[in-house]
T-cell receptor, first 113, second 114 residues
């Protein structure tokens, strides 16, 4: 019940296309869902986060869609750019505390020029 | 510049040796964390500290030890008891360990056992 399942493991998208990464969880107590972006050799950085009281949150080209009944959430990257090439991790926690975060296994995104 | 500094970036260790990874932050954050990252896996929490002189085990604490003698420092020791220590280690900090406090990560230390 503590797992967060992330797919796909890797993704190749053409420049200007839409990148979509999906995550599913089982623990209905989770109430904080962040996405992290990690470039090679660097630490992850918080990209965008959502709480289950909204179904969508948008920040620039990045959008989180949240489906509470299906226990799924996804990251959409619009107009994908080569600079977006990185590993993306979803995560979930109860109460939003950092020490309670459960991370997905990551998606390696490559945006081809 | 404010941030989290991990050193060294690369570390090689012989089997049976203990090794200490450094993590320093100048963000004045109360909480600090150590994660382990393996290929194809998400980040897994090793230890965390919410305040000076206090720390708690995470999900995979066996074979590791930490100390928190100063607010800005949270070193991690990988002991010889850790059966599979080769990994990428990430240190993070947050203003506190409560709700919705963003964690800031260092650039990591890649440990290889030779």
């Amino acid at each position: 019940q503590q797992q967060v399942k992330q797919s796909p493991q890797s993704l190749i998208v053409q420049k200007g296309g839409i990148s979509i990464i999906n995550c599913a969880y089982e623990n209905t107590a989770f109430d904080y869902f962040p996405w992290y972006q990690q470039f090679p050799g660097k630490g992850p950085a918080l990209l965008i986060a959502i709480r289950p009281d909204v179904s969508e949150k948008k920040e620039g080209r990045f959008t989180i869609s949240f489906n509470k009944s299906a226990k799924q959430f996804s990251l959409h990257i619009m107009d994908s750019q080569p600079g977006d090439s990185a590993t993306y991790f979803c995560a979930a926690s109860k109460g939003g505390a950092t020490n309670k975060l459960i991370f997905g296994t990551g998606t390696l995104l490559a945006v081809q020029p | 510049d404010g941030g989290i500094t991990q050193s060294p970036k690369y570390l090689f260790r012989k089997e049976g040796q203990n090794v200490t990874l450094s993590c320093e932050q100048n963000l004045n954050h109360d909480a600090m964390y150590w994660y382990r990252q393996d290929p194809g896996q998400g980040l897994r929490l090793i230890y965390y500290s919410q305040i000076v002189n206090d720390f708690q085990k995470g999900d995979i604490a066996e074979g590791y030890s930490v100390s928190r003698e100063k607010k800005e420092s949270f070193p991690l020791t990988v002991t010889s008891a850790q059966k599979n220590p080769t990994a990428f280690y990430l240190c993070a900090s947050s203003p506190d360990a409560g709700m919705n406090t963003e964690a800031f990560f260092g650039q990591g230390t890649r440990l290889t056992v030779v």
